[in-house]
């Protein structure tokens, strides 16, 4: 994607992954505007990056979409790169019985968020002459941790999506490109300094790095080796993953 001379709309974007992608490319010199469910920490972060504008956002809610899209629109009227960030990753037990809410809250906001803020601004997009669409999906897409069965699903299910999208999309000035980040020592989880966690500075940085390229998708090189997943050998490689993890859990 074009790295300069756009405006850019980051749901998801008051901390993490999100507020990281919103700095840099802010540094950058693009109009970024941030959306996120609480006033005070988008106040906090354009406060810290004068020039940002900051909305407030229910990505569960459909209404609120609209709303939002409306005013995007109308304040912004070069908004040309849609940034779908917002995510939230509860841990379940698929050997059990699965709270309904819990998994219901995880669909809407990471599976059905995305599709219902890109069908929002999707038909302004195509009419830039040059659009981005960046899906942030997960390497949890390719190696689903068991103990968050419900997340990883949703990850999946977004990179389908996004492969399905960047297809229709082919013959329009809208590309589509993904992020699938591995495990990332932000408040997504509770930040815990596992030397497991790539540091969030070093993800921004080589995140960055690659968006600057046309490539569809955009994976860090420390999981590399996962994206590249061995086909039928996938049910030893999410096993023995899963099972690393249990032999050394992360710290409370």
Known sequence: MRMTGNTIFITGATSGIGRGLAEAFHRLGNKVII???R???LQQVTEANPGMA???LDITDPDSIQAVAGRLIAEFPLLNVLINNAGIKPFDDAS???DDAASRAVLETNLLGPIRMTSALIEHLKRQPRATIVNNTSILAYLPL???AVYSA???ALHSYTLSQRFMLRNSSVTVQEIAPPW???DLIGKTNDPRA???DAFIAETMQKLASDNEEVVVEAVRAIRDNPGAGEHKLVHDFNAALIARPMPA
Do not use: F, H, I, Q
């Open 35 to 37: 959306a996120g469910r």
């Open 184 to 186: 990332v020592d932000t």
């Open 154 to 156: 949703s990850k999946a």
């Open 198 to 200: 790539m540091p969030l």
């Open 96 to 98: 059990r019985p699965v």
């Open 54 to 56: 900051g909305m407030e």
């Open 146 to 148: 068991a103990g968050s």
């Open 39 to 41: 006033l005070p920490l």
